[in-house]
């Protein structure tokens, strides 16, 4: 048993995303025309061990996303935590 | 003038700042590898270009982490001059030391090419050689340089006077065309409040001699020289 966390990270939504943009546009040339808009973003797995309290481990993955995984000047940043 | 070099695993562009700063400009270079802390006592230090850390993540993101940026951020807290240029600039972007982030470039390519600069501020440690609106021609070669600011911080950059370079066409105009990477407001380099923290996407390190396609590059050595020793 250890604790995993799911970590999402995405462009916020004032920001233009390039790679997004060509995304959609491919979908939309494969005839996928109701997909009006797409997002990229970035999916991190952690681990943690399983001693640690749930608190504990959302203040960690909290600083985690804070300090390294997203930048704050430009995305946003979701995590899940579950124990498996 | 004593200059200091940090070199990250996948700095690419160190040895292009210590050849135009030994060898065209005559001063001296150490070269500071990351895990050290000694800076050996800079007149200022050049943050160089390259793929650090392979840009994992984000392009600068895990390199501003090295031990040596801890010494850099103090250097330049204590009014050092720090200039940062291309993955230097995105470093200095991701430690705070120069506020905003370098997307993506707007045509998903890499881009490898000259470009023209106007100079929008000629009262910066690093381009007080200049005259107003001179323009420079200086190659880039990056593929996340489409700088961003949120409007609050475009708002400050302004009324701070920090939008050092602007992207621009051979005569100054500043054009859609002009602009490579899809940079908020064609800005190609900034300086921080105080002025001492540079960080701009072209390389003057690669535009210090004819043979290289441009010398203008040095006008930004010679400001940095001027500022701190007097001559020009």
Request: with cysteine.
């Amino acid at each position: 048993m250890a604790w995993h966390v799911s970590v999402y990270v995405t462009l916020k939504p004032s920001v233009m995303d390039p790679q997004g943009a060509t995304v959609q546009r491919a979908l939309n040339q494969m005839g996928y025309k109701a997909v009006t808009d797409v997002r990229v973003g970035k999916f991190t797995e952690l681990e943690f061990e399983a001693g640690l309290s749930e608190a504990d481990v959302k203040k960690q993955a909290d600083e985690i996303c804070d300090k390294l995984l997203a930048n704050p000047n430009i995305e946003s940043y979701r995590f899940t935590v579950e124990k498996k | 003038m004593r200059f200091s070099v940090p070199v990250f695993p996948g700095s690419n562009c160190d040895h292009d700042c210590e050849y135009v700063l030994r060898n065209v400009e005559n001063q001296s270079v150490e070269m500071i590898w990351h895990k050290d802390t000694d800076l050996k006592n800079p007149d200022c230090v050049v943050v160089p270009g390259g793929f650090s850390y392979g840009d994992y993540l984000r392009t600068g993101a895990i390199a501003r982490f090295s031990p040596v940026m801890k010494s850099v951020a103090d250097f330049a807290a204590k009014g050092g001059l720090v200039i940062g240029i291309c993955n230097g600039f995105q470093i200095l972007c991701e430690a705070g030391l120069l506020p905003g982030a370098l997307l993506r470039n707007k045509n998903l390519k890499f881009i490898c090419q000259s470009v023209y600069l106007r100079t929008e501020e000629t009262n910066t440690p690093f381009t007080n050689a200049c005259k107003p609106h001179q323009v420079l021609k200086i190659p880039i070669a990056h593929g996340e340089g489409n700088y961003f600011i949120d409007a609050d911080g475009l708002k400050k950059l302004k009324d701070n006077h920090q939008i050092v370079v602007r992207y621009c066409d051979s005569e100054g105009k500043l054009t859609p065309e002009s602009n490579p990477n899809g940079s908020l407001e064609n800005i190609a380099g900034i300086c921080n409040v105080n002025r001492n923290v540079f960080g701009l996407m072209p390389h003057p390190d690669r535009s210090g001699e004819d043979i290289l396609g441009s010398h203008d590059g040095n006008y930004i050595w010679k400001s940095i020289l001027w500022t701190k020793v007097g001559v020009q």
